[in-house]
Antibody, heavy 124, light 106 residues
């Protein structure tokens, strides 16, 4: 059974960089039919897509966050990571990592596996 | 950005009754739409992709329909575990989510 687990600091100071890692177990991050993504959810609010990465390192970012976001992948560790720079209180949220299934034919199947999420609070 | 608008914000339904949730896109997304269920304190769970195809393990009481800009999620007979928040997501362009519909016990 595939599992995803987010890890990283739960408290980040304003103007600093938020860094999170997602560890994938029970499957390979190097599979050609999947993308790996980050989604966040401010407390009591809706979901916001941050970006996706392919095992090759190809990335896709939310245009509204693009200048501050870097997503990277480490296939040797079966992990991918998120960095969000210059954070403010508006970046306080539960951050989820998830798997996007694109299938072998390129047909999209959605985010089918999710981590449990980790709350990151931006505060001094 | 494609804006997804869900209605109603809250839906009060009795167990065993039908629930109908709506999702509208600000421009056509074809059938590139997914529905997710989120229970309190849990991560979202994929219910529907391609507007109408149930994901693996999703009960048949969940059904999706629509294309273009208008979409519907129907839960035919609400069970206790179905009281949750439901989000639609388009992936025709960079992904965006609706603000959610909370299905609560009447």
């Amino acid at each position: 059974q595939l599992q995803l687990q987010e890890s990283g600091p739960g408290l980040v100071k304003p103007s600093e960089t938020l860094s999170l890692t997602c560890t994938v177990s029970g499957g390979s991050i190097s599979s050609s039919t999947y993308y790996w993504g980050w989604i966040r959810q401010p407390p009591g609010k809706g979901l916001e897509w941050i970006g996706n990465i392919y095992y090759s390192g190809r990335t896709f970012y939310n245009p509204s966050l693009k200048t501050r976001v870097t997503i990277s992948v480490d296939t040797s560790k079966n992990q991918f990571s998120l960095k969000l720079s210059s954070v403010t209180a508006a970046d306080t949220a539960v951050y989820y990592c998830a798997r996007w299934d694109q299938g072998s034919s390129g047909y999209n199947y959605g985010y089918d596996y999710w981590g449990q999420g980790t709350l990151v609070t931006v505060s001094s | 950005e494609i804006v997804m608008t869900q209605s109603p914000a809250t839906l009060s339904v009795s167990p065993g009754e039908r629930a109908t949730l709506s999702c509208r896109a600000s421009q056509s997304v074809s059938s590139n739409l997914a529905w997710y269920q989120q229970r309190p304190g849990q991560a979202p769970r994929l219910l529907i992709y391609g507007a109408s195809t149930r994901a693996t393990g999703i009960p048949a009481r969940f059904s999706g329909s629509g294309s273009g800009t208008e979409f519907t999620l129907t839960i035919s007979s609400l069970q206790s575990e179905d009281f949750a928040v439901y989000f639609c997501q388009q992936y025709n362009n960079w992904p965006t989510f609706g603000q959610g519909t909370k299905v609560e016990i009447k």
